[in-house]
């Protein structure tokens, strides 16, 4: 009985295993302009430095989540980065208060040029460039969260 079920069990988890692989490891989720986003988490100053940084691509539906400790002027470079992509800043109440959108990728090292936010923001939402556009977004536009995401 229970090797059998073991048989059934095992094709399973392989199967939750490699979907687990092709989101890139996000198993959580933003909702912007209508639309969900799988994204990944970068909550302390080593994932939030490395970023998307050597990525030749990202799903389209995907994107990466930036949670800082408050809510301050933020500015994203893109060093190492090789997608272009649109910035999108979020204050302590989820609202977007700044985007800096299309922004090409960079491999100049340090002197890839700022992107600064406008106003304080404690989110950072990164997703590949055209996709603000595409949802027509404007400032004052909410971020929801997926369960599993803390607002710190």
Known sequence: MRSSLLRLL???LMLCS????ATGGARHW???GGARYHVELATDDAERARGLMFRDQMAEDHGMLFIHDRAELQAYWMK???IALDILYFDDQRKLVSQQRDVPPCSAGD???PY?????AKYVL?????????????DGAEITFGPGIEAR
Do not use: D, F, I, Y
């Open 10 to 12: 095992l094709p399973l």
């Open 18 to 21: 490699l979907s687990a692989c």
């Open 30 to 32: 933003v909702e912007v």
């Open 80 to 82: 190492n980065t090789r």
């Open 111 to 113: 002197r890839c040029p």
């Open 116 to 120: 600064p936010s406008s106003g304080p």
């Open 126 to 138: 990164e997703l590949n460039a055209g996709q603000a556009q595409k949802l027509g977004l404007q």
